[in-house]
């Protein structure tokens, strides 16, 4: 793990309570996450980012891989929500709920949330989030809410060929380069405001408003949960944040973890 000491510029004019007052900013590292789960459970405060311009083993949900070259944002960020685990899952709506209003504030474009972790430019993957957490008797000690933005990469160019019809980055989209700097701290920004509201006020208004985002709803898509397969329309996500399904029978199945892809007809 090389080091890099705090970046004065990261924090310039970063004007939140607790969130970024204490950066680490990295080279080169095997996973954001990782680090910051090490320095939480040294007791690391709320608000503690972890920022690495390149990740060597960055993973996403159910261990894939995710690829992190130089030019994209790969962050972790330390919580300690006073709840329930169940309720700090619904955590990864309030990130992607903070990354869909800051890529729409700084670039004018219009991202899409995709359940339950996915953010979409043109259909194509441009960020995702991951939440990992560790609980004591169904309390939670510390959450890391890590996500990455493919930024200033070219797909074409910094992705596997796998990768390349779902994926797309910033660059991509908007033909040129952004701020890496500024897209930072306005997502801290928002994020911290996001979660403040959250904490506050409960699920409802995040999940409200995630959901203005979230295109899939009403559209027919297949959903693996566990090891079964649902097929049918996406037609909500409920209080808990499970995906709700009309089966052709007309039943309602609640998908709980797992993918979803959309299916053209
Ligand atoms: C997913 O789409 O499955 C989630 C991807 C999350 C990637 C970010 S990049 C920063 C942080 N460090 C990691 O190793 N993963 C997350």
């Known amino acids: 793990m090389s080091r890099e000491p705090i970046s004065s510029k990261l924090q310039e004019g970063l004007y939140t309570k607790r969130f970024g007052r204490s950066i680490v900013l990295l080279r080169q590292v095997n996973s954001t996450n990782e680090v910051a789960k090490?320095?939480?459970?040294?007791?690391?405060?709320?608000?503690?980012?972890?920022?690495?311009?390149?990740?060597?083993?960055?993973?996403?949900?159910?261990?894939?891989?995710?690829?992190?070259?130089?030019?994209?944002?790969?962050?972790?960020?330390?919580?300690?929500?006073?709840?329930?685990?169940?309720?700090?899952?619904?955590?990864?709506?309030?990130?992607?709920?903070?990354?869909?209003?800051?890529?729409?504030?700084?670039?004018?474009?219009?991202?899409?949330?995709?359940?339950?972790?996915?953010?979409?430019?043109?259909?194509?993957?441009v960020a995702g989030i991951l939440s990992e957490m560790s609980t004591r008797n169904k309390k939670v000690r510390y959450v890391?809410?890590?996500?990455?933005?493919?930024?200033?990469?070219?797909?074409?160019?910094?992705?596997?060929?796998?990768?390349?019809?779902?994926?797309?980055?910033?660059r991509d989209e908007l033909g040129k380069k952004v701020e890496l700097d500024r897209l930072f701290r306005s997502l801290v920004v928002r994020l911290e405001k996001i979660y403040d509201r959250f904490l506050e006020d409960g699920f409802d208004r995040t999940l409200r408003k995630w959901k203005k985002y979230a295109s899939f709803i009403g559209q027919k898509v297949q959903a693996t949960d566990a090891e079964e397969k649902v097929e049918g329309l996406a037609i909500d996500v409920d209080c808990e944040g499970a995906l709700v399904i009309q089966l052709e029978s007309g039943e309602l199945k609640r998908v709980t973890s797992g993918d979803v892809s959309f299916i053209f007809s």
């Open 38 to 125: 090490q320095l939480a459970m040294y007791g690391a405060a709320e608000g503690t980012f972890v920022v690495s311009e390149v990740q060597t083993n960055g993973y996403g949900r159910r261990g894939r891989r995710w690829f992190s070259p130089k030019g994209g944002l790969w962050l972790s960020v330390i919580l300690r929500p006073r709840l329930k685990a169940n309720d700090a899952a619904r955590l990864v709506f309030v990130a992607g709920l903070a990354v869909v209003e800051t890529l729409r504030e700084l670039y004018n474009v219009a991202p899409e949330t995709k359940w339950p972790n996915d953010i979409l430019l043109d259909r194509r993957k």
């Open 144 to 170: 890391i809410i890590g996500i990455g933005i493919n930024a200033n990469i070219k797909v074409a160019q910094a992705l596997p060929v796998e990768l390349w019809k779902t994926a797309t980055s910033l």
